[in-house]
Nanobody, 121 residues
Framework: QVQLQESGPGLVKPSQTLSLTCTVSGGSITTNSHYWGWIRQPPGKGLEWIGNIAYMGSTYYSPSLKSRASISRDTSKNQINLQLSSVTPEDTAVYYC?????????????WGQGTQVTVSS
């Protein structure tokens, strides 16, 4: 069974870049037809899709975050990375990584436990 674990700093200052890592176990991130996504949930709000990265490395982003988000992978470590630049307090959220079998923002069947990120000076 696939397991995902997010990691990264819990506190980021405004205007800086948020960097998170998702370590995947129980399966390879390069397995055919596997997609890996980043989703966040701001306090008191619903889930917001950030983007996906495909098994072959293609990336797909939310239009509202595309200018600031970058998703990459380290196949040697079986990790998915998220960078979000120029953060503001509105980027404060619990950040999740998750698995799906589509490039679209649906069908996530395996989730990490989430990691809280607070943007504050």
């Amino acid at each position: 069974q696939v397991q995902l674990q997010e990691s990264g700093p819990g506190l980021v200052k405004p205007s800086q870049t948020l960097s998170l890592t998702c370590t995947v176990s129980g399966g390879s991130i390069t397995t055919n037809s596997h997609y890996w996504g980043w989703i966040r949930q701001p306090p008191g709000k619903g889930l917001e899709w950030i983007g996906n990265i495909a098994y072959m490395g293609s990336t797909y982003y939310s239009p509202s975050l595309k200018s600031r988000a970058s998703i990459s992978r380290d196949t040697s470590k079986n990790q998915i990375n998220l960078q979000l630049s120029s953060v503001t307090p509105e980027d404060t959220a619990v950040y999740y990584c998750a698995h799906t079998d589509t490039s679209y923002q649906i069908g996530y069947d395996y989730w990490g436990q989430g990691t809280q990120v607070t943007v504050s000076s």
